[in-house]
């Protein structure tokens, strides 16, 4: 019982640094460049030593890395069928604005093949949640083939737009445009699977 208790005490105390890391480091790029943040700036911050860090991390990217991996997980888990795309998205985007500096230094700073993937995922997600969800509950029986193009189209455009929203400094607020985009073309994903199920195979 006891090496038990031990190591979920363990598991716990690793998780706790772990998110003491992220939060720490997410607040150090609110106040500086991503370049000149150093391990040895975070650990001190985090009051760890350096190994404690390398223990979790290879290194800030690797932690960048989680970052994104966990703001992906919990907007899957906040989704759900009742949710339109735009809610969901914007539920994506509460992380973006949240942290808004550092999310501008991580995207002016790192590859952007690594940001971009992030927005990849997310509007993918995001996307392929909906496209599901309209499905399931108007009975549109759309080819898988077409529901991977709606999909594909409507992901490009979003990363495209938020991208671009974020090197620009996010001067509007994400409801102004994501809920506009939703407007103008409302009712434009449902048509065409409903489309794709009309034409048949």
């Known amino acids: 019982m006891i090496v038990f208790g031990m190591k979920g005490g363990d598991r716990v105390a690793r998780q706790y640094t772990k998110e003491l890391i992220k ?3 997410l607040a150090l790029l609110e106040e500086k460049s991503f370049h000149s943040i150093t391990i040895a700036m975070l650990a001190e911050r985090c009051e760890i030593s350096r190994n404690t860090f390398y223990y979790h991390y290879d ?3 690797s932690l960048v890395k989680e970052i994104f991996a966990d703001e992906l997980v919990k907007v899957n888990g906040e989704s759900d069928a ?3 795309w735009e809610e969901m998205l914007l539920s994506g ?3 973006l604005v949240k942290n808004k500096r550092a999310a501008q230094n991580l995207f002016q700073s790192i590859d952007k ?3 971009d993937a992030y927005l990849f995922e997310l509007c993918e997600s995001v996307m392929r949640r909906y496209v599901e969800a309209v499905c399931a ?3 549109i029986c759309a080819q898988e083939a077409d529901k991977r193009l709606v999909i594909d189209f409507y992901r ?3 990363v495209g737009l938020m991208d671009k929203w974020v090197q620009e400094g996010m001067q509007t607020s994400p409801e102004e445009a994501i809920l506009r985009i939703g407007q103008l073309f409302d009712g434009n ?3 065409s699977l409903r489309i794709s199920a009309s034409l048949g195979e």
């Open 23 to 25: 939060r720490e480091f």
């Open 59 to 61: 290194d800030v990217y």
């Open 82 to 84: 009742t949710l339109s």
């Open 93 to 95: 985007a509460s992380f």
């Open 113 to 115: 093949k690594d940001t």
């Open 137 to 139: 509950e108007k009975g």
């Open 156 to 158: 490009a455009a979003l």
């Open 189 to 191: 994903i449902e048509r």
